[in-house]
């Protein structure tokens, strides 16, 4: 058992912006249910509206375009190309230190959003890392790769297989947005929410950024080996299976427990990780003490360069 008394550290400020319908419904549960202070921003699918809010508080304001933006022939960037929008845009992003777009990249229109959005907020310096469902399609991955320093890609066919932190009712909602909301919460908590070890975002941008394509898993068990089995979970969910012969260049983990959670659990559950990403592998990790998961133990994983 760990002495749970949380170190002081820096806040980061972090938005949260969702682009089409996934990212509106990711931005809405994180308004009612975020434990973590975050800014948030949702457009609609055609992008003819932005909505501004922030967690722990009411929508703070609600902007609607001009109907020019949505006549154009790709409304996307029409609605950038306006200096004014664009400005709104700069000025709400600014001062940020980690910025997430979460889109399901149903449409061009959300893919030009996306990949705009992300531009203007690399721009400004803050990290901008992209979650999207998992696609087969190289050209799209590569497009978003240019335009980000990070594309986290998550599965829905995980969904009906895994435990997540976050609240029950996004088990209720659609498996994208389970998955997606579940990769935020695992990448802010370990960031911003006072825990035992934090990652700071020198940490956060060596891990994830530059190394490509990365993939996201999470499991979670009980009991006295249940930290190594929600690891080999979560690596086996993001797509390094035990024994498998597929190599990662680097893994971020978030493992949160109850008191039941020592020293050796964690050391066991983090050689786990090691020996599935591979003996090279930069392995960066938080840790978060929360009693209300009971005796559950939650590993989440986001795994970036993979090779086979």
Known sequence: MFDTEVPEFPEARIQVVGVGALGRSVVDFLEA??????SLIACDQDLSDLSFGVTKGGLASHVTSSPSHQQ???????????????????????????????????????????RAISQIAREIN?????????????????????AADSVIFVSREQAAKAESVAADNIRASSPDTYMATSAVLSIANSVAFPGLVNVDLDELRNALAGTGPAHFGMGSATGH???????????????????????AAGVLVNVTAGDALGLSELNDAISSIQDAAGEDANIVYGVIIDDSVGAAFHVSVVVTGLAR
């Open 126 to 146: 803050a990290m901008t890392i992209i979650i999207a469902p998992d696609s087969p399609e190289s050209d799209a991955h590569a497009a978003l790769l240019e």
């Open 72 to 114: 154009s022939g790709d409304a996307a960037w029409g609605w950038l190309s306006s200096a004014h929008d664009r400005e709104a845009l700069v000025q709400r992003l600014s001062a940020t230190d980690l910025v997430f777009v979460v889109t399901d990249l149903a449409s061009p229109h959300d893919r030009a959003a996306t």
């Open 33 to 38: 249910h975020a434990q973590v202070e975050l």
């Open 225 to 247: 080996d249940g930290a190594n089995l929600a690891a080999k979970q979560a690596m086996a969910r993001a797509g390094v299976g035990e024994g498998a012969s597929t190599r």
